[in-house]
């Protein structure tokens, strides 16, 4: 049996750039030392959009360019990045079904044991991959800890919160 960590969108845009706020620069200390920590696989996941982001669905609810496509937004924050052994999966909205598809493969070849979520925004993009795995994977503990996430607001990330623990997720805090 295996334990998976997945890191959700710890790019610069996110923490201290385009839409970043206190609490996210706030996390990456703790998201580094539960990399460091953790015992089992580690997959990121990147926002990335392209340069016409302004003109797609989300560019058009969300007018802030953020995550373009090989600039330093774009970039996981580095001493994160260091920490990394695989590619990230880079995903074009808020939820990636090639994570989703990628944890049903490892648990097919190695079971396992519970996936644990940490990143930005709790709010968004935790709580769609979060909600992703555990409709993908139901029998596995899907566990959110929340000491390592950051929302856009400190209440929309309590509201997320919330609402994954109603949808039989676990919040560790």
């Not at 996941?45 to 330093?72: A, N, W």
């Amino acid at each position: 049996m295996q334990k998976v960590l997945v890191v959700v969108d710890m790019q610069n845009d996110f923490i201290d750039g385009a839409l970043g706020t206190k609490e996210a620069v706030a996390i990456v200390p703790g998201v580094k030392e539960k990399i460091e920590n953790f015992d089992g696989v580690v997959l990121f996941t990147r926002d990335t959009h392209e340069t016409y982001y302004l003109d797609t669905q989300e560019g058009k609810k969300l007018p802030v360019p953020h995550c373009i496509r090989d600039t330093e937004g774009w970039q996981i924050r580095s001493e994160l990045d260091a920490l990394r052994k695989t590619e990230p999966i880079d995903k074009e909205t808020f939820g990636s079904t090639d994570l989703a598809g990628d944890l049903v493969a490892m648990n097919e070849d190695d079971e396992i044991e519970s996936i644990t979520f940490v990143g930005l925004c709790t709010d968004i993009c935790v709580i769609s991959n979060a909600l992703l795995a555990k409709a993908s994977l139901p029998e596995v503990p899907i566990i959110v800890d929340a000491k390592y996430c950051a929302g856009v607001t400190p209440e929309s990330h309590e509201n997320a919160l919330k609402a994954m623990e109603v949808c039989q997720i676990q919040i560790d805090r």
